[in-house]
């Protein structure tokens, strides 16, 4: 598990992310912009809160999965939709 500091332009939140069987190394996401769910309830995963949840591509077709990410870069907190 990996604890992600999401920036979302007007406030920031602690994301527990399951990265470790995708990436060797998870600074590889460090600074790229993604999708993240953040409309749920704050859970605890490993003694963490988190408050969202990182929105990747493959893993229910059992492929590595990649982000989704967009095509080019946008404010930070811009909604999908």
């Known amino acids: 598990m990996v604890k992600l500091i999401v920036n979302f332009g007007d406030h920031k939140r ?3 992310v399951g990265l470790k069987k995708e990436r060797e190394n998870s ?3 460090e600074g790229k912009q993604a999708l993240f769910v953040v409309n749920l309830e704050q859970g605890e995963i490993m003694g ?3 408050e969202g949840m990182l929105f990747d591509i ?3 077709d059992q492929i590595t999965p990649v982000l989704a ?3 080019k870069s946008v404010p930070n907190g811009v909604r999908a939709g």
């Open 14 to 16: 602690q994301i527990i």
């Open 27 to 29: 600074k590889e996401i």
């Open 48 to 50: 963490e809160k988190s």
């Open 58 to 60: 493959g893993y229910a």
């Open 69 to 71: 990410i967009p095509e």
